[in-house]
């Protein structure tokens, strides 16, 4: 379980790394929630202790650091998280962070007390929650069409990230059903009458 000092930690180490970008935020908030992250590739991690670090960036200008369907968020997040990692393993016993999107995970050495583990979540001007929020409306948008007419609708390619949101969102529903076609940057969505 993460604590206040590592609470602590995590703002000024982030702080620091926008600094150094010459980026100043007019805000950053940081704020630690159990594990209830939309992907199911992290069941697997059940066992383990986790914590989500929410860190939420205000920014006049956030087109830079968001770039073209969030990549550069994305791997602003991955370097993030990798500093993250190094600054907090010297302060304690070992941690693994996991980055939210991809679920991949970096592991401190380990000790007899086991290991600390939490997901970094990071948002510009809530960037990632619009999105979110934007995608479940088109699935359910397409999904209602699609029940309609009977035919089938393909959505432009997209991240595995939001892939995964899109079928999440119509995994529940009797009347559509969704998969995914393609290969590499064309892998989209196709949703189907059932």
């Known amino acids: 379980m993460l604590d206040q000092e590592d609470i602590k930690k995590i703002k000024e180490t982030a702080e620091d790394f926008f600094q150094k970008m010459t980026i100043t935020p007019s805000k950053i908030e940081v704020n630690l929630s159990s594990g209830n992250l939309d992907f199911k590739d992290l069941e697997q991690l059940d066992k ?24 550069t968020l994305f791997e602003i997040q991955r370097l993030l998280r990798m500093v993250l990692n190094k600054k907090l393993s010297g302060l304690q016993s070992p ?55 009977k035919e089938e609708k393909s959505l432009l390619p997209m991240s595995s990230y939001e892939r995964r949101i899109i079928h999440t969102e119509l995994s529940q529903r009797q009347d559509v059903i969704t998969e995914s076609r393609g290969e590499g940057f064309d892998r989209h969505i196709v949703i189907k009458p059932h």
């Open 95 to 149: 941690e693994k962070v996991v980055d939210s999107r991809s679920n991949r995970s970096d592991s401190g050495s380990k000790t007899g007390s086991g290991q600390k583990v939490f997901y970094l979540n990071l948002d510009i001007n809530d960037y990632k929650n619009k999105k979110v929020e934007y995608l479940k409306g088109l699935a359910k948008d397409l999904a209602d069409e699609v029940s309609f007419s």
């Open 48 to 71: 383990e202790e986790k914590n989500v670090v929410n860190l939420d960036i205000k920014l006049d200008e956030p087109q830079i650091l968001i770039g073209e369907k969030g990549q």
